[in-house]
């Protein structure tokens, strides 16, 4: 797996400051990853159950786009 193509090299901040504090970027990291392997099980569940290729990746796309944070300072 390639994490360069995951997640950024720089994490930057709501007010476009680079992330420095290394706890944070390596959790947030980590948090891209197991969502990426998440969604890589999903796809392949979906796949062997004989869902359309480009019906399942549309799925997952809408999914990402449409996530909403609960935080209210967001």
Known sequence: MRNK????KI???KNK???SCKEKILLLNNNILEFHELA???YDEAIL???R?????EVLV???KN???KLKSV
């Open 67 to 69: 996530i909403n944070s």
């Open 11 to 13: 994490w930057y901040s």
């Open 49 to 51: 159950m004989g869902v």
């Open 62 to 64: 809408n999914t990402a």
């Open 40 to 42: 890589n099980e999903i």
């Open 53 to 57: 290729k480009e019906q399942i990746e």
């Open 17 to 19: 400051e680079k992330l």
């Open 5 to 8: 193509n995951i997640y950024p």
